[in-house]
Nanobody, 124 residues
Framework: QVQLVESGGGLVQAGGSLRLSCAAS????????MGWFRQAPGKERQFVAV????????TYLDSVKGRFTISRDNAKNTVYLQMNNLKPEDTAVYYC?????????????????WGKGTLVTVSS
């Protein structure tokens, strides 16, 4: 069992930065691929980024490439999403996700665990 708790959301002006954190409970954190998703008002949940259990592989949504960076610290059971040059269209609730299969996170198919989300609001 893995529990995920996101933090770091808030209100920021366009062009600003935020770093989201996702703290995971459980001794098996390092086995899981970890991802970030987002859901804007009135829209479906959208994949943002994923990192493999070792940190050696990452995949990003095209629209965040070069602006967002996903990383993890297995010693701290934490995954991060550094978001730079934020745009109003990045406004959403951001969710952390964990799954043993990297591809499951990318395609949001049967993801094992979800956090409750943290709100990011980017003003223009």
């Amino acid at each position: 069992q893995v529990q995920l708790v996101e933090s770091g959301g808030g209100l920021v002006q366009a062009g600003g930065s935020l770093r989201l954190s996702c703290a995971a409970s459980g001794r098996t954190f390092s086995r899981y691929a970890m991802g970030w998703f987002r859901q804007a008002p009135g829209k479906e949940r959208q994949f943002v980024a994923v990192i493999s259990w070792s940190g050696g592989s990452t995949t990003y949504l095209d629209s965040v490439k070069g602006r967002f960076t996903i990383s993890r610290d297995n010693a701290k059971n934490t995954v991060y999403l550094q978001m730079n040059n934020l745009k109003p269209e990045d406004t959403a609730v951001y969710y952390c996700a964990a799954d043993l299969a990297y591809q499951n996170v990318i395609y949001s198919t049967g993801v094992d665990y979800w956090g409750k989300g943290t709100l990011v609001t980017v003003s223009s």
